[in-house]
């Protein structure tokens, strides 16, 4: 009985601590996502065709989703349309192609080049302080920086075509804009890959390696057997953080490629909405929200057996 009186006591202690926090949460995080869902389901305020006179929205029921999903728009009649070419609903799906394009090309091309420059910034040798300081510059500057950076770069008069000597339209053409953002995340984002890898890195016992050199096993397979297997738990977590980071990618195409719509992001379609209608924006703040829960889930679920081990329990198994 006095046990359980002790744990009944133990239990409420831990409420008391974790009440400010869940309150806290409840604040910050619950209501604005609540609002957005209730927001979500009304009509923007406008002008009534029939009368002329400004009236709030009232409820929309599914519209707004069905205006983005569907790319339903309604014409000066009323009747529900499809969206013309132009109108930020018909932009919907291809936004979403273009984010997870970026999402997919950018995360694969950081994870395999940071993971390389970790490797070689985990050697022991002169002048690795000084590299790895070097390689921490592109992530210390501003998005906006780089963008700008980037921007003039490619310039039709710019380094990149005169380098290269072309006479291409980096940033207003469709695929060398998309090209031009994909180089300029890469090199942005790639040495804050390189870092948690190389935490990763850092934890692996030299022993094994010296171990695996006296049973005579060559750089390649200690690469392959021992430094990507103890390593899978850091570099998924690294993957799982970049991807979440790249699906919600806004400032540097928009400022690099300005409006071209070919380099336009569910983000970028989200503020441009704002300025149109608070409630639809809210739908399609929705829609992103559950886009980027459900990638969360399956990479999660699909990778998330072997991100949770420990690296004790991977040189076990191994």
């Known amino acids: 009985m006095g046990r359980l009186r002790a744990g009944f006591a133990e239990s409420r202690r831990a409420w008391l601590f974790v009440t400010p926090v869940l309150l806290a949460l409840a604040v910050v995080v619950g209501y604005p996502v609540v609002r957005a869902v209730w927001m979500s389901f009304q009509k923007d305020a406008g002008i009534d065709k029939a009368t002329g006179m400004f009236v709030e929205g009232g409820g929309a029921g599914i519209d707004n989703y069905k205006h983005w999903l569907l790319q339903q728009c309604t014409d000066s009649l009323g009747a529900t349309v499809d969206c ?13 192609g273009v984010t997870l394009l970026f999402t997919m090309v950018t995360v694969t091309l950081e ?9 070689i910034m985990g050697k022991t040798f002169k002048g690795r302080a000084l590299l790895r300081a070097a390689v921490l510059i592109p992530w210390a500057i501003p998005t906006a920086v780089t963008a700008r950076l980037w921007e003039f770069m490619f ?43 190389l935490a990763g890195l850092q934890v692996i016992p030299e022993d094994v390696y010296e171990a695996a ?41 928009a400022i690099l490629t300005q409006s071209n719509p070919s380099t336009r992001t569910i983000s970028m379609l989200v503020v441009d909405q704002v300025r149109q209608g608070a409630n639809s924006a809210s739908a399609l703040s929705v829609i992103t929200f559950f886009l980027i829960f459900t990638v969360a889930f399956l990479l999660v679920k699909v990778l998330g057996a072997n991100a949770v081990r420990t690296q004790e329990e991977q040189r076990e198994a191994h």
Do not use: C, E
């Not at 053409?173 to 870092?195: G, Q």
């Not at 057997?225 to 850091?234: F, M, N, Y």
């Open 213 to 253: 050199r006296v049973d005579g096993a060559s750089a390649r397979q200690r690469f392959t057997q021992i430094t990507l297997p103890l390593l899978k738990p850091a570099l998924l977590v690294a993957v799982l953080f970049r991807t979440m980071d790249a699906l919600r990618m806004y400032d540097l195409p």
């Open 111 to 119: 994870a395999t080049i940071g993971l390389g420059m970790a490797v």
């Open 84 to 96: 013309p070419t132009g109108n930020l609903g018909s932009q919907f799906w291809m936004a979403i």
């Open 155 to 197: 310039q039709y008069d710019g380094v990149v075509n005169r380098v290269l000597g072309t006479h291409i339209l980096w940033t207003a053409d469709a695929w060398p804009a998309r090209f031009a953002v994909i180089i300029a995340d890469v090199w942005k984002t790639t040495p804050f890959m390189a870092l948690l890898i």
